[in-house]
């Protein structure tokens, strides 16, 4: 049971908390910009939501794009790691729409 | 969208934090006792386990068993719906394999 055990909290670890659920699920649907963001994720604090991105962003997760335009344009996307990710999702969506 | 995404918090919601998660794991081995549980998770202190198997038992996600003995047995185990976050666990768990 020790390997298991240890990889919930890896995953926790690397995800972080709720916020970074719901940014993932977000991203899941495609491309999104900082703002973009803050307006999908109902109760999302801008300091929250930067320092979420910013932990995805370390772990590998989220790819962050910053586009020269004036003035600058950054885009969020999942990297591949993000994108499997769903998998976790799609089952926590699954449980809530039979337990919730 | 708004459907599934709405689902995602909803678990969040109902599961509540980090140690949720591995409280849950924890009784997904089987029926333990709280100070069982103490020492199976790393970090976690006797009043956020308290809370957190508060919070669980008001979302009927685990049961609590109270034995009379003395002093008295308290025993925690899961509910159907606390067995059935198992496969959000697995999946955290072969996340975790592949990329943590």
Same mark, same amino acid.
């Given at each position: 049971?020790?390997?298991?055990?240890? +990889?919930? &909290?890896k995953?926790?670890? @690397?995800? =972080?908390?709720?916020? %970074?659920?719901?940014?993932?699920?977000?991203?899941?649907?495609?491309?999104?910009?900082?703002n973009?963001?803050?307006? +999908? @994720?109902?109760?999302? %604090?801008?300091?929250?939501?930067? %320092?979420?991105?910013?932990?995805l &962003?370390?772990?590998?997760?989220?790819?962050?794009?910053?586009?020269?335009?004036?003035?600058?344009?950054v &885009?969020? +996307?999942l990297?591949?790691k993000?994108? +499997?990710?769903? %998998?976790?999702?799609? &089952?926590?969506?699954?449980?809530?729409?039979?337990? =919730?």
């Amino acid at each position: 049971m020790k390997d298991p055990a240890c +990889s919930i &909290e890896k995953t926790l670890e @690397i995800i =972080g908390n709720k916020w %970074s659920f719901l940014v993932l699920r977000e991203l899941y649907d495609g491309t999104k910009r900082f703002n973009e963001l803050r307006r +999908s @994720i109902e109760g999302i %604090s801008p300091n929250a939501l930067t %320092s979420t991105l910013k932990h995805l &962003e370390q772990k590998e997760v989220v790819k962050r794009k910053a586009i020269p335009t004036v003035p600058v344009t950054v &885009e969020y +996307s999942l990297t591949e790691k993000g994108q +499997s990710f769903n %998998s976790v999702l799609k &089952e926590m969506k699954k449980w809530a729409r039979e337990w =919730g």
